[in-house]
């Protein structure tokens, strides 16, 4: 999506949807365009050690940790600063050690229990995707950077100044090993543009 024709479609899905922004990005959408779209990597690295159940990646208790969390602080995106994507990388790691979250090479294929589980992102209650984890990772050897992303049917958003939430839900019963195996890594990675506005100058 990262060339000129997606820019645009991008651009035109941003003026369809600039009414549910806040009131300060949406004045800078319309009615004269304010804003520029800069490509954007979102992501988020965590220790999921033991997860299982319902276990939050993102919340209003993450912290903007740089090489490790993209998103602003408390999990959320600053106001004026509202994204659209249709690529997401899911990558699985590793290691004997723990806080190793910015130093992996996420390349590892997922085991049962983080195969089987589904991602859901959502803010303020709505649902911008729940997909199963088996649906999001490239299992092959990638020829190109593009080929490690799932790309999705159709445009999604986050939009701005509103907590983001990602969590993985796991099949009953079933968890991520325990650290006495090794500790258990995921990395979430959203690929589109995001809003900025227009410098003064």
């Known amino acids: 999506m990262n060339n000129v024709a997606g820019h645009l479609t991008v651009l035109s899905f941003i003026l369809s949807i600039q009414s549910r922004f806040s009131a300060s990005l949406a004045a800078l959408i319309g009615p004269v365009l304010k804003i520029v779209l800069n490509p954007v990597d979102l992501y988020i690295k965590k220790d999921i050690t033991s997860a299982s159940s319902s276990f939050p990646l993102l919340d209003a208790n993450t912290k903007q940790l740089r090489g490790v969390v993209s998103f602003n602080a408390n999990g959320r995106l600053a106001q004026n600063r509202a994204v659209v994507f249709n690529k997401i990388f ?94 258990q890594y995921l990395f979430v990675k959203i690929k589109g543009y995001e809003t900025q506005r227009k410098s003064l100058k």
């Open 90 to 183: 899911i990558g699985y790691q590793t290691d004997a050690a723990a806080g190793k979250e910015g130093e992996l090479v996420y390349n590892k294929a997922a085991i049962g229990a983080l195969y089987n589980a589904d991602l859901i992102i959502s803010q303020d209650g709505r649902e911008v995707l729940r997909q199963n984890i088996s649906s999001l990772m490239n299992l092959g050897t990638p020829q190109a950077i593009d080929d490690n992303y799932a790309t999705l049917e159709n445009l999604r958003y986050l939009v701005d100044d509103q907590d983001v939430e990602i969590d993985l839900e796991f099949a009953n019963g079933v968890s991520m090993p325990a650290s006495g195996v090794a500790y």
